[in-house]
């Protein structure tokens, strides 16, 4: 008789937002079925039905960094579901001060907002009974933060790497050198079995990257 397989402890799902397709992320621990969702840039009918279609009590918001398909109704979700905000890294201030002015750039709904806590490279934040780790990973925004869980090898990435490509570095206060640091240095010795969400597109894994990414491929990089 074969045993029933245990239900992973973390869990994530992925809901595409904005007109941009952002991959806002509902992550929850199923032990105490508390989640958060990452990057909850707008189109919240939608993150209310994943609510409701998942069953989880919603505990914070995580930001991994301030642009508007990121977070330009992070603050406004915030206050509906009275919970608190957790990051970025507070050198993307700059960028959250000017959601009000990008949402009508973009035609996105944006809120200025103050975290209730920034994130800094080594902090930890708590999803129920589930523990993340926060990287700082400046370059496509200087404040980026990656959450990694360890345990079931996922990390959510934002706009640092994508399969296939990395995150832009022309928008102000870009750095493209900072940005190969951070996926060099910061992510990959997490360990090339770690599939990672980005924040637009599919789903790849750091190993994947290392040896077919056209930009930060060992090869590449060699």
Not at 15 to 24: D, G, K, S, W
Not at 73 to 101: C, K, N, Q, Y
Not at 114 to 137: A, M, Q, S
Not at 185 to 190: D, I, K, M
Request: aromatic share 8%; net charge negative.
């Amino acid at each position: 008789m074969t045993q029933p397989t245990a239900e992973p402890p973390f869990k994530v799902a992925i809901i595409p937002v904005t007109p941009l397709q952002q991959n806002c992320t509902l992550v929850w621990c199923t032990k105490t079925m508390k989640g958060a969702f990452i990057d909850a840039g707008g189109d919240l009918d939608k993150l209310r039905k994943a609510i409701a279609m998942t069953g989880v009590t919603i505990e914070k918001l995580l930001v991994t960094h301030g642009h508007i398909d990121h977070c330009g109704s992070v603050g406004i979700f915030a206050r509906e579901l009275g919970v608190p905000i957790e990051g970025p890294h507070e050198d993307d201030r700059f960028w959250i001060s000017r959601l009000d002015e990008d949402g009508q750039r973009y035609g996105i709904d944006g809120e200025v907002f103050e975290p209730n806590r920034w994130l800094g490279h080594g902090d930890k934040v708590t999803v129920g009974e589930v523990e993340l780790d926060v990287i700082h990973c400046p370059g496509h925004t200087p404040g980026h933060v990656v959450f990694h869980h360890a345990p079931t090898r996922v990390a959510i990435v934002g706009d640092v790497l994508f399969q296939g490509s990395i995150g832009r570095t022309d928008f102000p206060m870009g750095n493209h050198q900072d940005l190969i640091d951070s996926i060099t240095q910061r992510l990959w010795p997490l360990g090339n079995d770690v599939t990672f969400v980005p924040g637009h597109g599919p789903n790849s894994t750091f190993g994947r990257e290392r040896q077919t990414n056209a930009y930060v491929s060992d090869y590449a990089l060699s």
